[in-house]
């Protein structure tokens, strides 16, 4: 019965979304987020269209050995409640993720990111749209300078366009492993 009524609490709220009165109460569209005012402002263009805020991430990430990254750039992509998680497998076999903000991300991979160089780069992508919603898979290549790393995997980035701009909501990513090899489906078409 609890997890009955727990459900039910859960879904009243989102009923009421697609009634006329709810679209008729929503503010306008052009109306930012008061939440989202927390955030770095973005450059226009970083945050004007799906594939311009991937490729700003990408942007972001990227750089040679010693030099520092713009991360108030990347905080102003993502929504100041978003989360990053990566997901991978422990030696015992178990799969874990971790479930960062954005300026936990920050702390934790920026002294390595900026020490060892880095440079991620999208070799194919797939985009799902509805409404101001939208769903990327970007496979990426990932490579370090002063260590010899090369990785590859997918990052799964889930977006909203509030009216006026994109935010990026959530980005998961999982690397390739002999045991979970890319599908065909994800990499660049010859």
């Given amino acids: 019965m609890r997890i009955a009524l727990t459900a039910f609490l859960l879904l009243v709220p989102l009923a009421g979304m697609a009634t006329p009165a709810f679209a008729q109460s929503a503010p306008p569209a052009t109306t930012p987020s008061p939440v989202a005012s927390t955030a770095p402002k973005a450059d226009d263009a970083d945050v004007a269209s799906v594939d311009a805020i991937v490729k700003a991430l990408y942007d972001t990430l990227s750089g040679p050995a010693g030099q ?6 990347l905080r102003s992509l993502f929504l100041p409640e978003a989360r990053m998680m990566p997901v991978g497998k422990r030696p015992t076999g178990e799969v874990r993720m971790r479930m960062l903000g954005v300026n936990d991300y920050v702390a934790t991979s920026a002294p390595l990111i900026e020490k060892n160089g880095f440079t991620e780069r999208e070799l194919a992508r797939r985009i799902e749209r509805f409404g101001n919603i939208a769903h990327v898979f970007s496979t990426y290549e990932a490579r370090t300078e002063l260590e010899p790393i090369h990785l590859r995997g997918i ?7 509030d009216g006026s701009r994109w935010w990026i909501v959530s980005l998961m990513w999982q690397a390739e ?8 489906d994800y990499l660049p078409r010859e």
């Fill in 68 to 73: 520092p990254r713009d991360w108030n750039r």
């Fill in 155 to 161: 990052n799964t980035i889930q977006l909203m366009f």
């Fill in 177 to 184: 492993t002999p045991d979970t090899p890319l599908p065909k």
